[in-house]
């Protein structure tokens, strides 16, 4: 007899994974015409503000489609040399700003009676029993049938090799010009013609209108910067590129992403599960998270579904995170960039310049086939790439 409990799924995290999560099983069910699984989120956060961005090429139909504020069909890498403009009507590249996430997250959750979002909640110890997960919070203990991870922190596994750990870490203003100065068709995605002195360096430019713009300093390098540099790197690149001196500052962001070939648990036990970056579903090479976050939440979402409806109370085996392939190809990238970081900008202008743009959206959201992977292979410089395949095979020649 299974013993009483609070939620058939208790999501540890209410930020993009574990709202996305909660969110894909209220879907799960009304797609499947069962009733809903009690879901409880606890997040510390006692209301949620615009604290950061999301974006990425759209690849898939996902629920917060509407919390979208802009799409471009236009990007562009440049190296200082070569500036390379592609273009992809299907599949948009596009912003989703954290505040209008959280409020279509909230109300969609605040429509269905089963789930639960508790803010100002922690959690400080997770213990599994036999048919149960046990969670002390700052509120009380909780008991759920499945517990999912999504707190900060990765969960690396040691492995006695040595292993790339590289941060991207960037500072972005959104800034509000005088006059025009923008090209609100063309997202600047990565700009190498800053100065390489302190690590691989890019700018990164979503440009809302003509006079405003998300503007990002970037750097992929072993450790973060003080605030003033990258604060510099914004206001000479605004001065340098569109001779703008005089604008207001609308918003601030800044982030760390590790980018590190070390593999990550995804479960912590059978009955405690790891979503989000904690369970690796960001790609490594890049960064990006958001659309891998609702693939993984929708096939999720629909097992926890079928496991509540037919009364199992086995563990749930959660999918895969992010294809074997693609992980295996992030390490070789990420081992090369670590070695030969000034090559960097010329590698990202030629894989932007050789390959066909709808190939490039799907290899860089981990949705490329075994062709595709040739064939970006086969636009690096391939001696290279080659030789770092064999170097770094301690690194990839593992399971994900």
Known sequence: MVATVDADALIIGGGCAGLSLAVHVVEAARRAGRACPRVVVVEPRTAYTRDRTWCGWRMIDHPFAAAVSQRWTRWAVADGQRRVVRASAAHPYEHIPADGFYALAQALLAAA???????????????????????????????ARQVFDARPGLDAIATGVEEVELLQHFVGWEVEAARDCFDPETVEMMDFSASQARGLHFMYVLPFSRRRALVEATYI??????????????????????????????????????????????????RVVNIGLRGGLAKASTGYAFQAIQSFSAELADRIVARVADRHNAPIEPPSPRPAAAVAMDRVFLSYIDRHPDRAPALFVDLFAKLPPALLCRFLTDRGSALDSLRVMASTPLGQMTAEVLRSRARWLRPA
Do not use: N
């Not at 803010?119 to 919070?137: M, P, Q």
């Not at 206001?235 to 703008?244: E, K, P, V």
């Open 221 to 270: 390098s072993a450790s973060p910067l003080t605030p003033a540099q990258y604060e510099a790197d914004i206001r000479g690149y605004l001065a340098r590129t569109h001779r703008l001196t005089d604008f207001a500052v609308l918003f601030r962001e800044a982030g760390q992403i590790p980018m590190s070939t070390r593999p990550v648990r995804s479960r912590q036990s059978p």
């Open 113 to 143: 009676p089963a789930v639960t979002l508790q803010l100002g909640v922690s959690a400080t110890a997770i213990s599994e029993g036999a048919d149960a997960v046990e969670v002390t919070t700052s509120a009380g203990p909780l008991r």
